[in-house]
């Protein structure tokens, strides 16, 4: 199973960006699809999360300016990302549970992360 995220990039203050991360391989379901970010000297913080069924999380420096959306038939969750700050500047990284099998557990898989950088 991999992760593959992309769209980050430079943008200016106050502008928008479209993540976007699909999940390939051996792949029965997908639970829970998500974003993290890490920024230079800080720790991992959430970014948002969104079930199989459409339930979503954000952390609340996000809401209202992030939204999460997944489209479970191609296996890809999306993050659009608006009205972004300086402070935004980040690695984001998208996060799945995968079932590889009918048998088989969930388990957390992650990808490579992309960065985006808010500045003028």
């Known amino acids: 199973v991999q992760l593959q995220a992309y769209g980050g990039g430079l943008v200016q203050p106050g502008g928008s960006v479209r993540l976007s991360c699909a999940a390939s391989g051996s792949i029965f379901s997908i639970n829970l ?22 339930n979503t999380v954000y952390a609340p420096s996000m809401k209202g300016r992030f939204t999460i959306s997944r489209d479970n038939a191609k296996n890809t969750v ?7 700050k300086p402070e935004d500047t980040a ?9 590889e099998s009918p048998s088989a557990s969930n388990r957390p898989y992650w990808g490579q992360g992309t960065l985006v950088t808010v500045s003028s």
Do not use: D
């Open 33 to 54: 699809m998500g974003w993290y970010r890490q920024a230079p000297g800080k720790p991992r913080e959430l970014v948002a999360t969104i079930t199989i069924g459409g």
């Open 78 to 84: 999306n993050l659009q990302m608006n009205s972004l």
């Open 91 to 99: 690695v984001y990284l998208c996060i799945a549970t995968i079932q």
